[in-house]
T-cell receptor, first 108, second 112 residues
């Protein structure tokens, strides 16, 4: 079983709609969690950290469920510029483990 | 004002050659990393250095040798390149391990 698993998608989302997706992790000792965004042929960039109580940054909301070992990302009022691959990242044992990414395609 | 820079951006070479990729960060971070992203887009850590000391060395062929002359630089040398080495190699840095990482633009390596 992979340490960090994501639905690869693609999630095709009409502009203005809401999209949400999860990421599961296997290591219960994982200490911190992040969502990164990667555009085609570019480097990954931090979108947001994920806090235990859940957190929001503009149209983006991240949640952590330690009991079920998953994190989620919700994007409201999707923009064309939100089209990207979203990488779930989990910190455990001194290193970051990256998921393979969930592709989101926002269509006009 | 680039935070993490890598050179070269593209590298096309023949099988069996030896090549190096350079990485520099001007963020004052203590920790630097090398990742490989293959055609399936999976980003896999190869090495991590903290203050010039190797702290993570994943199962990587010993044809790959990282070198950190100082904490702002982490270079990657690859001997006897193979077709399977073709990938995008990303350098990254963070203030400490486990914190947010900042990535360089990547080096797209193609081995023919």
């Amino acid at each position: 079983r992979k340490e960090v698993e994501q639905d690869p998608g693609p999630f095709n989302v009409p502009e203005g709609a809401t999209v949400a997706f999860n990421c599961t992790y296997s290591n219960s000792a994982s200490q911190s969690f992040f969502w990164y965004r990667q555009d085609c042929r570019k480097e990954p960039k931090l979108l947001m950290s994920v806090y235990s109580s859940g957190n929001e940054d503009g149209r983006f909301t991240a949640q952590l469920n330690r009991a079920s070992q998953y994190i989620s990302l919700l994007i409201r009022d999707s923009k064309l510029s939100d089209s990207a691959t979203y990488l779930c990242v989990v910190h455990a044992w001194g290193k970051l483990q990256f998921g393979a990414g969930t592709q989101v395609v926002v269509t006009p | 004002d680039t935070a993490v820079s890598q050179t070269p951006k593209y590298l096309v070479t023949q099988m069996g050659n030896d090549k190096s990729i350079k990485c520099e960060q001007n963020l004052g971070h203590d920790t630097m990393y090398w990742y490989k992203q293959d055609s399936k887009k999976f980003l896999k850590i190869m090495f991590s250095y903290n203050n010039k000391e190797l702290i993570i060395n994943e199962t990587v062929p010993n044809r790959f040798s990282p070198k950190s002359p100082d904490k702002a630089h982490l270079n990657l040398h690859i001997n006897s390149l193979e077709l399977g080495d073709s990938a995008v190699y990303f350098c990254a840095s963070s203030q400490q391990t486990g914190l947010e990482q900042f990535f360089g633009p990547g080096t797209r390596l193609t081995v023919l």
